[in-house]
């Protein structure tokens, strides 16, 4: 309740700040220190989304069209993707942890209260993005993690209930058949010598991003993160500046793939504050991607010409209306869903891949 008042307070106060002269004069009034300029075009509806969000940005920007606020439509979107069985990289049907317990982290940012919300390590709950929401609305917390945010959930009306499929489960099994050399436990000798083997470990995850007319900016990251991961690993997702990130003055980030590289260089952050001093969001992306680089340096994690061997993208959106995917590795595709209709664009590349 508090949060929904808070929310059209703050559509008050950003209409009049308009009326007033436009964002720019809102974020000199709010920062103390002008932004840099950007070309303020209005009345730009967006969604973004990573490549699996399709039918996920169809329904957000339709929301966004009724009058939706942008978090409440970009989590209605992600809901369809936590609560298909035949996505195992979100929510229900997700892989599980090297347990055989599908473990769930999810974000939401919520661009005009710049409130954030989420939860890490949720066991049982499908749409782990609903309860973040709450943690965003109903708390004066951010992240929530394991038994008590299963606790939190429970309290707040969510029914508990077994979220390995038969699909899931027998991926679960057959990676616990290959086990032995083949894992990625690393052994001291492993490492020093740099021997350490690659496991392919399948991963995904849904970012949805929404921008309306107004030029307000929210969006919501969930996965059930890395296959077969410890227990208790917390990936990049629920992380606010890694897994996401908006500053609704600027523009939103959003990211998946190697949770781990974008934890260690909270490249979410790193690009809306990129696209501040006036970087174009593929410019953003690709800059953070390059520094992901050069921040790699295990041997575990480079090919033979020394480049990251994992994927990580990002999903940007600028307050003027530009938007893009970057991509490590290249090609590879986002969804978007403007006036234009819904459709998969090309991500900007930093390495392509030799077919
Ligand atoms: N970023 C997710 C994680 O590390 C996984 C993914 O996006 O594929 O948990």
Redesign the pocket.
Known sequence: MAAKAQFSRRRFFSTAAALLGGWPFLSRLQGGRAVAPTVQRRGTQLVVSSANGLEAAKTTYRLMSRGSDTLEAAISGVNLVENDPDDM?VGYGGLPNEDGVVEL?SAVMHGPTHKAGAVAALQNIKNPSRVAQLVLETTDHVLLVGKGALRFAKANGFKEEELLTKKSRERWLKWKRDLSRRDDWLSDDEEDRGIARKVARP???IHVAAMNSDGDISCVTT?S??AWKIPGRV???PIIGA?LYVDNAIGSCG??????A?LQNLCCFAAVELMRTGLAPEEAGLEVLRRVASHTTEKRLLDDQGRPNFGLKFYLIAKDGRYAGATMWGPSKFAVADRRGTRLEECAVLYQREN
Request: no cysteine; net charge negative; glycine share 32%.
């Open positions: 990289s982290d991963t995904g995850t996965t993160g890395l990936g990049d997702s897994g990211s998946t793939g190697r949770g781990e974008n």
